[in-house]
């Protein structure tokens, strides 16, 4: 079964520390995205990446940087948490272009961080 | 961005009745996608329906787009109380990038 594996469920940091979401995808996808979910704004997409150490900023990037030095992983790096970036955080992979998956997206089970 | 706008925000129907939300979005597609979050989980896909298509099913759900009107539904019949959860479209923009509606929270009452 093909999967997406979020580190961690829950997550409690204080401001200003540097936090690491990590993202595992074991379906050899070229494409992985970072999604927050918040009430009243759905998700927005924060960064994706199509291929390694390839990435793209998505609709609100600032705060946020990631890495994707291998394939199957994709990180979301907070520089300097803040409030304002409590949130649920998810992850998703699909393949690439033209194998338009009928699949869809997969997504992890998602993070819910909160920063005190 | 939001592409894709569901509605109604919120629906609450009886065991058993069927459920219709809808999905408007704005620019052309190549396909539309929905999507079921449980609460406080991740996003499941449930079914695509590409643009040359009108109607697609899968198991107790029916899903029709209409191109011309730039809207999609998705209807479950027979619900259950399992179906609790919110309910998302999702079209594609660029390079595969999934641009989601606010969603329906839909709630089976047993």
């Known amino acids: 079964d093909v999967k997406v594996t979020q580190s961690s469920r829950y997550l409690v940091k204080r401001t200003g520390e540097k936090v690491f979401l990590e993202c595992v995808q074991d379906?050899?996808?070229?494409?992985m995205f970072w999604y927050r979910q918040d009430p009243g704004l759905g998700l927005r997409l924060i960064y994706f990446?199509?291929?390694?150490?390839?990435?793209e900023k998505g609709d609100i990037p600032e705060g946020y940087s990631v890495s994707r030095e291998k394939k199957e992983r994709f990180s979301l790096i907070l520089e300097s948490a803040s409030t304002n970036q409590t949130s649920m955080y998810l992850c998703?992979?699909?393949?690439?272009?033209?194998?338009?998956?009928?699949?869809?997206?997969?997504f992890g089970s998602g993070t819910r961080l909160t920063v005190v | 961005s939001q592409q894709g706008e569901e509605d109604p925000q919120a629906l609450s129907i009886q065991e058993g009745e069927n459920a219709t939300m809808n999905c408007s979005y704005k620019?052309?597609?190549?396909?539309l996608q929905w999507y079921r979050q449980n609460s406080g989980r991740g996003l499941v896909h449930l079914i695509l329906?590409?643009?040359?298509?009108r109607e697609k099913h899968s198991g107790r759900l029916r899903v029709t787009l209409d191109t011309s009107k730039k809207s999609s539904s998705l209807l479950i019949t027979a619900s259950r109380a399992a179906d609790t959860a919110s309910y998302f479209c999702?079209?594609?923009?660029?390079?595969?990038?999934?641009?989601f509606g606010q969603g329906t929270r839909l709630t089976i009452n047993p």
């Open positions: 990446s199509y291929d390694v150490k390839m990435k």
């Open positions: 379906m050899d996808h070229e494409n």
């Open positions: 329906i590409r643009s040359n298509e």
């Open positions: 999702a079209t594609v923009q660029g390079a595969q990038k999934l641009v």
């Open positions: 620019t052309s597609i190549n396909n």
């Open positions: 998703a992979s699909t393949p690439f272009l033209p194998r338009a998956s009928p699949d869809g997206y997969t």
